[in-house]
């Protein structure tokens, strides 16, 4: 006499396996933890996973996989001196420009929401193995995405960019960083600006 119909078991099964997959993501969730970055005049705050390192300089904070440095998620506050795109918009032209000189195909140009503020998303790949400084890499493939966001008198650039093969696996966890990205309340200009 069998205990369970052959249904039974096949139903059991698969019960069996979805329960071992949301016990592997709670564990993976409860691993995967985060901390807090907030802007020192409260320009804007950040969450990022707390196994990654951070280095915060001037205006900018940037945030690297201990695992694999090839990839750098940046975030800079502009204008910084008069070299530097007065807005946004004269910001995200200048980008393109550099796209094109430096042969990179532009994948995406678009308008997104980003802490209830309109900004605008660009992502390149580059073909010719030159980075987004115009240097040759060793590699074939180097992307860049930059998402652009004005915020007061100034404007946020966040960036991420590295190797292709290196900057897709990265590039969910940047998406999920731009998504909890939160701005403050806007200064008349950036603190330490050469501007002022």
Do not use: C
């Amino acid at each position: 006499m069998k205990f369970f119909p052959a249904a039974g078991v096949k139903a059991r099964r698969i019960i069996i396996l979805i329960l071992g997959m949301f016990l592997m993501l709670s564990v993976y969730a409860a691993a995967a933890t985060y901390e807090q970055f907030k802007h020192p005049q409260g320009d804007f705050s950040i969450t990022y996973p707390s196994a990654w390192q951070r280095s915060v300089g001037l205006q900018t904070v940037r945030f690297f996989n201990p695992t694999d440095r090839k990839v750098e998620i940046s975030i800079g506050g502009y204008p910084l001196d008069r070299k530097d795109p007065p807005t946004a918009e004269a910001y995200i032209e200048s980008s393109l420009n550099k796209a094109a000189l430096y042969g990179y195909r532009i994948l995406q140009n678009k308008k997104i929401t980003l802490s209830n503020t309109s900004a605008t998303r660009l992502e390149y790949s580059s073909k010719l193995g030159v980075d987004q400084h115009g240097q040759k890499t060793a590699e074939r493939s180097f992307n860049d995405v930059e998402i652009v966001i004005s915020h007061g008198s100034h404007y946020h650039v966040l960036r991420l960019s590295g190797l292709t093969a290196d900057a897709v696996g990265i590039m969910p966890e940047f998406d999920r960083m731009v998504e909890v990205f939160s701005l403050g309340n806007p200064a008349s200009s950036l603190p330490n600006s050469r501007l002022q």
